[in-house]
Each structure stands twice: as C-alpha cells, then as structure tokens.
C-alpha cells in the first residue's frame, strides 16, 4: 500500500510554487506599460521638484539654508536622476543573476516563468528610469569606474542566498524613498507616475527575493552563512553609496566641493536612511546575514 505521506522537500516545493503562481496573477492583473502610463509628452515644469526635498543628501544643512527655491528644486532633480540612473545599474546585475539562477531549469515551473516576468519588468522599469533622467534634463549618471567593475564582478560570480539578499537590499532601499516621493504634490507629476508604477511592481519582486533568501538559507552551513552576510553587506555599502552622484551638485549651479562636504556629514539624511530600513534590518537579521563584519558595511553606509 501506497504511503500517503509528503516528504517535506515536496511540501517545500509545492508551497514555493504557490507563492510563484500567486506572483504570476498579480502581475496578470496589476502591471503598467510606461510607454502609455507615463506623460513622457508634456514639457518639464521646473516649478516641480524631482524628489521629496526631505530626501535632498543637503536638506537640513547650512547649505541648504543658503538655496533659492529654485537651486532646492533643480538638486533634488539631479539627485532624483541619478537614483535612478544607480537604480538602471542593478536592475540591469539583478537581471543577469536571475537569468543565471534559472539557466536550465523546468520551464514549466510557475519559478521558473516569475523569474523571467520580473526580468521583464526590470528591462520595462530600465528604459523608464531612462527616460524619466533625461526628462529631467540630467546627463548620464555612473557608479565610479571601480564600483562599475566590482558589479562586473558580482554579478557573475554571486550566487543564492547572496544575490538574492543583494536585489532585496536595492529594492527595499529604493522603495521607501518612492513610497513618499510618489504621495508627494511637489514632485513633478511624471516622476510621481514613474515611482507608483515602480513601488507596485517591486513590491512582487521584494516578495520572491526575500522568500528565496530564506529558501537558499534553509541548508547554509555557518562558514556559507558568513561569507555570504558580508559579501552582501559590501555590495550594498556600494548600492547606497552610489545612488547621489558626485557631480549632481555642479550640475544643480552649486559648489561641489561645499556640498559634498556638507552632505557627507547630514546628520538628518544619514538618520533618514536608518529609519527607513529597519524593517530591511530586522528581515536580514532573522536570516542570520547581520553579522559581526556586515555590521560594519552597513553603519558605514548609514542602513543601521
């Protein structure tokens, strides 16, 4: 006689399939083409700002103090693109390393088919960041030449738990600004557009990765566990890192290095960060990916 008994690898599986298909069904129901839903048309008001100023790595220094309204407005502008200009950079790592994950797996699997529907939200969510920098009359934003190569790097070489919780940290981080810039009235109505479309279609994606950050920690020696908290500790020192260009603030008509200096040292953006991730923390914490030597990456970055 046959056991009825499920062994727990296949109660596992089942249960990792659901969540897919129930991500495959929202997507069916609640996803947007920026192509139509953006006004891409209408000519920038620079009446507008392009992000919560509140947001501004200068709001709440003397610098700030000293800004016209417009030279306030035309930073978070810049500021604004370059966010998204980092965000292009890791979608376009984040797609490499789905891609990678599911080289060679069951097509059929509901994972499998979530996989490459995020992957075609990231392509949609690239060109729409694209746009919308442009739009906001802002040049061609870059992580600096050794960050671009330690992404070259991570992107091939991470793998499971660790470029999971890597995607998971750059969406998180980029959802709780968009969650108060899209609410925002003094933001430009075309990038409120472009950050609604992208919390709600992220939202799935934070879903997938954080379930399988947990799934690929199920069977992680402590030596695995380790190794893998700090390198994605690192990776997202540098994500954050590089969301504000350098050269945001020439290009806003204000002295670089007088904003640079002053940024580096705002108390309130730096304790904005921290807020604003403690339930990223408090998630990498229950993984067990808070370790001793993350720690260290992520006070630098000001996440903890």
Not at 64 to 88: M, P
Request: proline content about 4%; overall charge neutral.
């Amino acid at each position: 006689m046959a056991s009825s008994t499920v062994r727990p690898e296949d109660q596992d599986r089942a249960a990792e399939q659901d969540v897919a298909r129930r991500l495959l069904d929202s997507s069916a129901k609640l996803s947007y083409d920026p192509a139509t839903e953006v006004d891409w048309d209408t000519p920038l008001d620079t009446d507008h700002h392009g992000a919560s100023p509140e947001w501004s790595t200068l709001f709440g220094t003397a610098y700030w103090g000293e800004l016209t309204d417009a030279q306030r407005k035309a930073l978070t502008r810049q500021e604004a693109a370059s966010v998204a200009s980092t965000g292009i950079w890791f979608e376009m790592i984040l797609q490499q390393m789905v891609l990678r994950d599911m080289y060679a797996k069951d097509p059929t699997d509901p994972r499998f088919q979530w996989a490459l529907t995020e992957v075609a939200d990231e392509c949609r969510h690239s060109i729409m960041f694209a746009r919308g920098a442009a739009k906001l009359g802002a040049p061609a934003y870059r992580p600096r030449r050794p960050v671009l190569e330690l992404g070259r790097a991570f992107k091939t070489l991470a793998f499971g738990e660790a470029a999971y919780a890597a995607i998971l940290v750059a969406e998180e981080v980029l959802d709780v600004m968009q969650r108060d810039w899209m609410r925002d009235e003094r933001v430009a109505p075309f990038v409120r557009t472009i950050n609604n479309i992208h919390v709600v279609e992220e939202s799935r994606h934070m879903k997938f990765a954080r379930d399988e950050t947990r799934k690929r920690l199920r069977d992680a020696g402590p030596v695995r566990r380790h190794l893998n908290a700090l390198v994605v500790a690192i990776a997202s020192y540098y994500i954050v890192t590089s969301m504000v260009n350098r050269d945001v603030y020439a290009n806003a008509g204000l002295d670089g290095d007088r904003a640079r200096a002053e940024a580096r040292t705002n108390e309130h953006h730096k304790s904005l960060m921290r807020s604003s991730c403690s339930g990223l923390m408090e998630f990498l914490s229950s993984a067990g990916l808070l370790t001793k030597p993350a720690l260290f990456f992520y006070k630098r970055a000001d996440l903890i």
